[in-house]
C-alpha cells in the first residue's frame, strides 16, 4: 500500500469517527449545546443529563456481544447514526416527552456506534499506526466540540446543536468511503488469539479507567461550575490543554518510553486538585488548574484508547472488547458525578471534596504497576510498556539467565522459552530455530510441566513475578 494510499485511509478513518463523536461529546455526554437548550427553556437537568449517560453506558457495554460479522456491524453503524439523528431533532422544538425519550435512544444507539470503532481498527489499521489514528479521532473530535462550543455561546444554541446534526450525517458520509477501502487481516492476530487471554488484562483496565475518570465525573459536577463566571475562557481554553498533551504523547518517537508519562500525569490530577484549594477562582486560577487537569485526562485517555487497540489482535470479538473498555470511561464518569452531586447536596469544603480525589488517585497509583504488570504479558510490544522484546539483546540473555529454574531446562528448551517470552507463535519459534512445529510443542509442553504450568500466559507471569520478587 503506496503512501497516499495510506494517507487517504487515515483522513477517511479519523474523519468517520471523529465526527459522530464531536456530537456526542458535544451534546449528549454532558455537552455543553445540551446544558445551554435545557437552561433556555429554563429545565431543571439532572435527570436528563443522567438518562443519556446511562444509555451510552449501556450501548458501549452490551452491544459488542452481538457484533459478530461485517454485514451485522455495518447495519448497526449506519443505523445507530440515523436513530441518533431522528431523536435529537426535537430538541430543535418546544419541550416534550420526547426529549427524555430521545436522549435514552440515543445514548444508546451513539453507545452502539463507537463499539463499531474496535472492529475497524483492527481490519483497516494497521497496528502501529493505531496508537497514531486514535490520536488524531480523539484530537479532531475535540477540535470540532470547541468550534460548535464557540457557536453556541457568540452565535445561537440552536445553530450549535445543527452542527452536531450535521457531524452524524459527516460520519455516515465518510464511513460509506471507508466501507470501499480494503481491509487486511494479520496473519499473526489470528494465531495468537488462543495463546493470551484478554480476559484478566481488560478486567484490570477497566478497573483502572473507572478509577481515574472518577475525577473527571467529578470536575464536571464539582470544578467547572465553580469557573461559570468565566464563560469566555472556558468555553475556548477548556478542552485545548488536552489536546495539546495528546499532540504531544502522538508526535513522540516511537522508540521514547511513554510510561512515565503515566506518572507525570497522576501528578498532574493530584497538583489541579491541590491547585483547587489554594488558587483563587479568577482567569489565571482556571488556567492552571484546567491545564494541569485536561492534561493529565489526555495523557491517560490515549493510554488506554490505545492498549484497547492493542488488545484487539488477542479477540474474535474486537467490537466487544473495545466497547467494554470505552464503557468504563462512562461509568467511571457516572461514579464520580453521583460523588460530586453528593458532594454539592451536602454541601462538602472544596478540602473534603480534593481529599476525596486524591485518596482515589492514591488507588489509581496502587493499581497502575499492577496494571502495567498484566498488560506487559499481553502487549508486549505496546509503546506505553516495558517488555522484553524491547530490551538489548545482552539483558534479555540476562534476564533468561536470572529466570529462576532456569537449570531444570536443557539448552533448546532455553532456547524456545526464549522465543516464548518475545512473544513468537510456535510457527514463528520453528523457523527461527530451524525446527518442526511439532518439535517446538513436546519442548513448550516441556517448560510447562517443568515449571506447573498449562498456559503461555500462566508461564509468562511464573517468569516475571518471580523475576520481580
Not at 437548550?37 to 431543571?44: A, C, Q, R, V
Not at 471507508?178 to 484478554?198: C, D, H, M, W
Not at 508519562?261 to 483563587?280: K, Q, R, T
Not at 515449571?451 to 500462566?458: F, G, K, M, P
Request: net charge positive; with cysteine.
Amino acid at each position: 500500500m503506496d503512501a497516499n494510499t495510506t494517507r487517504k485511509k487515515h483522513i477517511i478513518f479519523v474523519g468517520g469517527f471523529s465526527l459522530p463523536f464531536a456530537y456526542i461529546l458535544s451534546f449528549l455526554f454532558e455537552g455543553r449545546v445540551l446544558y445551554s437548550i435545557l437552561d433556555h427553556f429554563e429545565i431543571y437537568f439532572p435527570g436528563y443529563i443522567f438518562a443519556a449517560i446511562v444509555a451510552h453506558f449501556l450501548g458501549l457495554f452490551a452491544c459488542g456481544w452481538f457484533l459478530k460479522s461485517q454485514i451485522i456491524i455495518q447495519r448497526v453503524r449506519f443505523i445507530s447514526i440515523i436513530i441518533c439523528f431522528l431523536m435529537t431533532l426535537p430538541f430543535l422544538f418546544l419541550p416534550s416527552v420526547f426529549w427524555r425519550i430521545g436522549l435514552i435512544i440515543s445514548g444508546f444507539s451513539s453507545g452502539c456506534l463507537m463499539t463499531t470503532l474496535g472492529y475497524y481498527l483492527k481490519k483497516y489499521i494497521w497496528k502501529k499506526h493505531r496508537l497514531k489514528i486514535v490520536a488524531d479521532i480523539l484530537i479532531c473530535s475535540n477540535l470540532l466540540m470547541i468550534i460548535i462550543y464557540c457557536v453556541d455561546l457568540y452565535v445561537s444554541t440552536f445553530v450549535g446543536l445543527f452542527l452536531s446534526l450535521l457531524c452524524l450525517l459527516g460520519g455516515m458520509i465518510f464511513l460509506c468511503l471507508l466501507i470501499r477501502e480494503p481491509q487486511f487481516i494479520v496473519e499473526e492476530a489470528s494465531k495468537t488469539v488462543n495463546t493470551y487471554g484478554v480476559k484478566q488484562p481488560l478486567q484490570i483496565l477497566f478497573v483502572f479507567v473507572i478509577i481515574i475518570t472518577i475525577n473527571s465525573g467529578l470536575m464536571y459536577q464539582v470544578i467547572n461550575p465553580q469557573f461559570n463566571h468565566l464563560p469566555d475562557i472556558v468555553t475556548l481554553y477548556w478542552a485545548i490543554p488536552y489536546i495539546i498533551a495528546l499532540a504531544i504523547m502522538r508526535y513522540l518517537p516511537s522508540d521514547t518510553k511513554r510510561s512515565p508519562f503515566l506518572y507525570i500525569a497522576l501528578i498532574m490530577l493530584m497538583s489541579a486538585f491541590v491547585g483547587f484549594i489554594l488558587l483563587e477562582h479568577n482567569v489565571t486560577g482556571y488556567l492552571i488548574i484546567n491545564t494541569l487537569m485536561l492534561g493529565s485526562f489526555g495523557v491517560f485517555d490515549l493510554f488506554w484508547w490505545s492498549v484497547l487497540g492493542d488488545m484487539l489482535e488477542y479477540t474474535t470479538n474486537p467490537s466487544k472488547v473495545f466497547g467494554i473498555g470505552l464503557s468504563a470511561n462512562v461509568l467511571g464518569v457516572l461514579v464520580g458525578g453521583a460523588l460530586g452531586y453528593l458532594a454539592n447536596q451536602h454541601e462538602f469544603s472544596k478540602t473534603e471534596i480534593t481529599v476525596l480525589a486524591l485518596v482515589v488517585l492514591c488507588i489509581t497509583t496502587l493499581l497502575l504497576p499492577v496494571l502495567n504488570r498484566q498488560l506487559v504479558l499481553l502487549l508486549k510490544s505496546h509503546t506505553y510498556l516495558e517488555a522484553y522484546n524491547q530490551m538489548a539483546e545482552f539483558q534479555q540473555t540476562k534476564m533468561i539467565q536470572e529466570t529462576i529454574g532456569i537449570e531444570m531446562l536443557t539448552n533448546r528448551e532455553k532456547e524456545v522459552l526464549e522465543q516464548i517470552l518475545s512473544g513468537k507463535t510456535n510457527h514463528m519459534i520453528a523457523q527461527k530455530l530451524s525446527i518442526t512445529e511439532s518439535t517446538v510443542k513436546t519442548h513448550a509442553g516441556n517448560i510447562y510441566s517443568k515449571y506447573e504450568v498449562n498456559t503461555r500466559a500462566e508461564l509468562i507471569s511464573t517468569l516475571w513475578l518471580g523475576r520481580q520478587s
